[in-house]
């Protein structure tokens, strides 16, 4: 069918702008204005309350007043390193103070924080680094909690980039906390510019980068804080890596400092570190993944900790059962919330006010009035109401295109700007969505997304393996677990031998396989592709 918004070209530098009508729509409508990424604390509390707790990060707590002052600071000092609007950044930093203040310094001297998760080992930093073509990498220097004997600073000094930055020992990379200058007068990004990338769940190989707008994301987070119901006696807990787009700005970090809260951050999801900051900040909201909140369901029955004052848990990332959902209220005394969504734009809550039915049995329905949704058949027709298909968007922040990605841009969007997600759905009149799994070769561990062709080609490395084929294994915990088919030549390595391997290689833990079953063959389909559908049934 035709239509009034064909897909624009990518810009020269790799960005697909919205069509010309509807940048005009979204304005004109009130859903883009003039906000940047670095305005997004509540300027309100700034000017009437700057006293007020903004963040909590350890045994730092930042003021309104303090934060806007430390982010003006680093601003200078990112300035006087040599970096400039519209280098970008790749950002590799745990739940800190650091990593606030290094994002609203960012985005406010208008250079692009490219938005790496702690995990991610050389594999996927440097496929970052030279496709973003960074200027910059921040990390800190060693990792946190299990993994600590993973030193960033060996792997920084693999990377094609001009300035490493470095929060803790620096070694002889610029220590983070020397980004520090007197305020200068710095000239204000373009609010239809790229304010952030984000990272994809990387379905097919390396994670792609999603170009987010200042405009567009402002919009994504401020939106979100109104579902929500955040406001300035919000205090929201984070335990998910503060750089995911969920924990971020779904409404996250950036939608409570808009709303005027307190963001207090944890180093992870664990109920030993997560309960005692809710009984001691008095935390109100906290998004989990569904193996997080399956932990404190369980946890909350021994735990010591008062965690009463939590109103309000949001669960996304993976599909939550309708059964756990349920048992939440009761529980841990408290709403829950379910939230559906993607980095690459379309959002989707049950609302505070559904029905219990609604809240327990469906991943929500769309964040804004402009989200165009439909759900179509292998065909691309629209299936008829309730039926299962593929859900396809487009939106005011929902992106036209990866960022220089023609290839797989040509294959993710309809002529007409529609994504295709990949995700099954199903639609109810009331236009929530059931999640009913997904069409592309992914596997959603936990939250995680772990693509099965970039498992395999490091599979495929292993002097033993002589073909592989990686699939999930539905897990109570984790929603999904992988699982790695192995054809071997002489003697099948074991687990641990090809996590050493994968760890050796450089990629992230949560990819690695949890379980590998040799075979002497794979089943094939017609056209003789490995038949996954089958690998699965065996593992069923």
């Not at 029955?301 to 939590?310: H, I, R, T």
Request: glycine content about 10%; hydrophobic content about 40%.
């Amino acid at each position: 069918m035709a239509d009034a918004n064909p897909r624009p070209e990518p810009a020269p530098d790799g960005f697909t702008p919205w069509p010309k009508d509807l940048e005009e729509r979204y304005i004109a409508e009130g859903y883009w204005g003039d906000r940047v990424l670095g305005d997004v604390l509540n300027r309100d509390v700034l000017r009437d309350d700057p006293d007020r707790t903004a963040l909590v990060a350890g045994d730092e707590r930042l003021s309104y007043a303090e934060l806007d002052r430390r982010a003006d600071r680093a601003a200078a000092g990112w300035l006087r390193l040599g970096v400039r609007p519209g280098d970008r950044v790749v950002v590799q930093l745990p739940n800190s103070a650091g990593f606030v203040v290094t994002f609203l310094a960012l985005v406010r001297i208008g250079a692009v924080p490219v938005l790496a998760l702690p995990a991610h080992r050389e594999s996927e930093i440097g496929y970052l680094c030279e496709l973003a073509e960074a200027r910059a990498y921040v990390a800190a220097d060693r990792a946190a909690g299990g993994d600590g004997a993973f030193d960033y600073r060996v792997m920084a000094r693999t990377l094609p980039v001009e300035h490493v930055v470095i929060e803790g020992d620096a070694e002889e990379f610029t220590a983070l906390a020397d980004l520090d200058a007197d305020p200068v007068e710095i000239a204000r990004p373009d609010p239809a510019g790229v304010g952030v990338f984000l990272l994809s769940g990387g379905t097919t190989g390396l994670p792609k980068l999603i170009p987010r707008t200042h405009r567009d994301y402002v919009y994504n987070l401020e939106a979100s804080a109104e579902v929500c119901g955040f406001g300035r006696d919000t205090v929201y807990l984070v335990v998910l890596p503060a750089a995911h787009n969920f924990a971020l700005a779904c409404p996250g970090v950036l939608g409570v400092f808009a709303a005027g809260g307190t963001a207090v951050l944890a180093p992870s999801g664990s109920p030993d570190e997560a309960f005692p900051l809710i009984e001691r900040e008095r935390a109100t909201v906290c998004a989990v993944v569904p193996p997080i909140a399956l932990l404190w369901l369980d946890a909350v029955s021994w735990a010591e900790e008062d965690v009463s004052s939590l109103e309000l848990l949001q669960v996304g990332g993976a599909k939550f059962a309708a059964e756990r959902a349920a048992e939440v209220p009761e529980t841990l005394g408290c709403r829950v919330q379910q939230v559906f969504g993607m980095a690459e734009g379309l959002l989707n809550y049950t609302r505070l006010d559904d029905p219990r039915d609604l809240v327990e049995r469906t991943q929500g329905r769309p964040l804004s009035p402009a989200d165009e949704v439909r759900v179509v058949d292998a065909d691309g027709a629209d299936v008829a109401p309730g039926e299962v298909g593929e859900l396809l968007t487009r939106g005011p922040y929902t992106l036209r295109g990866y960022y220089r990605a023609p290839e797989h841009n040509a294959r993710s969007f309809t002529p007409d700007g529609f994504y295709r997600t990949g995700d099954l759905v199903r639609r109810l009149p009331s236009g929530h969505l059931i999640v009913e799994g997904r069409e592309k070769d992914q596997i959603n561990r936990g939250g995680d997304k772990v693509s099965a062709e970039e498992l395999e080609s490091h599979l495929l490395a292993h002097p033993a393996v002589h073909d592989a084929a990686v699939v999930g294994v539905p897990d109570a915990m984790m929603g999904e677990r992988t699982c790695a088919f192995l054809v071997v030549r002489g003697t099948a390595p074991a687990l641990a031998e090809i996590k050493d391997f994968l760890r050796q290689r450089g990629l992230a833990a949560y990819k690695w396989p949890d379980r590998i079953e040799t075979v002497d063959t794979f089943p094939r389909t017609p056209v003789g592709k490995i038949s996954k559908k089958e690998l699965a049934a065996r593992l069923a």
